[in-house]
């Protein structure tokens, strides 16, 4: 029980898919405009990844590997993913269309998010049996959904804020993203 809620913490803030491995940045700095619009692309992804994972851990550990078609891994789990954010987007538009509407391109963009490519990669490569993979995807999510909630927080509490014009915009936006990246760089020092 330990060794599994080491792997979801250590998902979650020792390996943060955006801040420590620099996974997901396209769709991190795009809808981190809003907290609401970020919470509900944070579930998404949570949604997406936890399942992918689930997914992914099936297909290889009773198809893929035991007809030692591994090398296929990639191409299938894109295809996994792609099908995964096809639901998700129909769902969204059903039943939750202002959302659907702020999300825009970046509800799509999660099909070629690479960190929901990169947590089915990671979970085949570390050997994780079902519920670990489960679990990694989990943690890796929520770290996910943490790093952009934070981050539309914090642009949203700027907003307000006097400071230079070329600073405006992207630019705080990355210096934001990299003082978050620095700032997570201290969990690193954590012996779980």
Do not use: H, W
Not at 112 to 131: E, I, K, P, Q, R
Not at 135 to 141: E, K, S, V
């Amino acid at each position: 029980m330990v060794e599994l809620i080491v792997i979801v913490i250590t998902a979650a803030f020792l390996n943060n898919v955006v801040l420590s491995q620099f996974l997901g940045i396209c769709s991190f700095l795009g809808v981190s405009n809003k907290t609401d619009v970020a919470v509900g692309m944070g579930g998404a992804v949570v949604f997406v990844i936890t399942i992918a994972s689930a997914v992914a851990s099936l297909l290889y550990d009773f198809i893929l590997d035991p007809l030692k078609l591994g090398y296929l891994d990639t191409i299938v789990f894109i295809l996994v993913i792609a099908a995964l954010v096809q639901l998700v987007e129909m769902f969204f538009k059903k039943s939750v269309p202002s959302l659907y509407n702020a999300l825009g391109i970046y509800l799509p963009l999660i099909t070629t998010n690479c960190a929901v490519l990169g947590v089915a990669l990671n979970n085949v490569t570390a050997g994780y049996n079902f519920v670990q993979s489960v679990l990694c995807g989990f943690g890796t999510a929520a770290g996910y959904m943490l790093a952009i909630v934070m981050l539309a927080g914090i642009r949203e509490r700027c907003e307000g804020c006097d400071y230079l014009e070329s600073f405006k915009g992207v630019p705080m936006v990355c210096i934001t993203a990299g003082l978050m990246a620095i700032a997570y760089m201290g969990f690193s020092g954590l012996n779980i």
